[in-house]
């Protein structure tokens, strides 16, 4: 079987590459990436073809050239993406499509050519969710519930073995997310007024070291003078392994990056501080993961600071891996008739 792979925010990507990994030794595949996704792909020493500076006439060449028979994608509310060029140049001849979400928000966003033209012109012919209070929010966003498939999350499903709890070192991990930046700036906080809220806490230097890893389409200059501020701050290179970062790290803080979910499902003491938000409008949340610790108030996050301080951990038991495999299932998907 010929399949086509394409994503090019590193969510989507990650998403896609459980699948790529399990099947590219023994079909037909390439997977056609963009942007951030291609860091990844080279860190996972995958092969590809990098279509960051190609306009959409030459790609669209080298999906023709390709002579896929199922194209699965990744998906991102993005408009003119490499995902949706993919999809709309598949739908156009009648090849079948298969998109994944992979967190909890934009839905419908996610396959429309605006904000605020939300027209499902980008609707693959099934969309794989993670559970069924996802499927629920995509419904209720106008997906018609045929095309939506319950497949659980690739991605979580393959991360959770590649964090460890033991050797935990006494250090704060900041899971940095560029959210001061369009089009992500509508929050009502981003990655420095969290940094500022975290500073200021009473007992800083009772939490140990704190270690920012920026996010992958972050870059390492955006904290130098955060970093050179205090001898208890470092930045990560861009390079450097999360899961290992995460391992180390007794205490693992964030606003509503997935990479929480996946720390906090391990097992690892995991606080979410979004202040301004309310707990309805958390994506995480929506997640119904119990073992993080939400929190929406520079007061709250102080006293679950200090909670954490008095008990040394906030953790809950680790998820038992259920036997249902999505990789597996997604692949079963490709036999989807048109």
């Known amino acids: 079987m010929r399949v086509l792979f394409s994503a090019q925010d590193p969510g989507g990507t990650n998403a896609l590459i459980p699948i790529f990994k399990k099947i590219y030794k023994n079909h037909q595949v390439q997977f056609f990436g963009a942007e951030h996704a291609i860091d990844i792909l080279k860190k996972n020493r995958l092969p590809y073809l990098d279509c960051t500076a190609l306009i959409k006439k030459t790609i669209e060449k080298k999906f023709t050239d390709f002579r896929q028979q199922v194209v699965v994608v990744g998906t991102r509310s993005r408009w003119e993406r490499i995902e949706k ?16 979400i992979d967190s909890w928000s934009n839905y419908a966003l996610r396959f429309s050519s605006a904000a605020d033209n939300q027209d499902l012109k ?17 419904v209720a966003e106008g997906l018609p519930p045929q095309m939506i498939k319950i497949t659980g999350s690739p991605y979580l499903y ?13 250090q704060v991990l900041f899971l940095s997310q560029p959210l001061s930046l369009p089009p992500y700036n509508r929050f009502p906080f981003d990655e ?29 200059k955006r904290f130098a003078k955060l970093a050179s501020s205090s001898n208890s701050i470092a930045v990560a290179d861009k390079g450097k392994d999360v899961y290992k970062l995460i391992s180390s790290a007794r205490l693992i803080i964030g606003m509503n990056s997935i990479t929480l979910l996946e720390a906090a499902l391990a097992g690892k003491s ?35 600071l200090d ?10 038991k680790p998820l038992k891996q259920k036997s249902a495999d999505p990789v597996a299932a997604i692949i079963k998907l490709f036999k989807i008739k048109k």
Do not use: F
Not at 85 to 100: D, E, H, L, N, V
Not at 122 to 135: A, E, F, I, Q
């Open 158 to 170: 393959e991360s959770l073995g590649k964090i460890k709890i033991k050797g935990e070192k006494k």
């Open 85 to 100: 060029i993919a999809t709309s140049w598949a739908k156009g001849r009648g090849i079948a499509t298969i998109s994944i």
């Open 307 to 316: 909670t954490y301080l008095a008990v040394n951990k906030m953790r809950s």
């Open 192 to 220: 420095y007024t969290i940094m500022r809220d975290l500073l200021n806490y009473r007992h800083l230097d009772k939490l140990g070291k704190i270690i920012i890893k920026p996010h992958p389409k972050e870059d390492k």
């Open 270 to 304: 995991v606080i979410s501080y979004q202040p301004g938000i309310s707990k309805n409008d958390d994506v995480l949340n929506r997640g119904n993961i119990k073992n993080i610790h939400s929190v929406y108030r520079v007061k709250d996050l102080y006293n679950l």
């Open 122 to 138: 980008y609707l693959t012919d099934v969309v794989c969710v993670v559970d069924s209070r996802m499927k629920r929010e995509c």
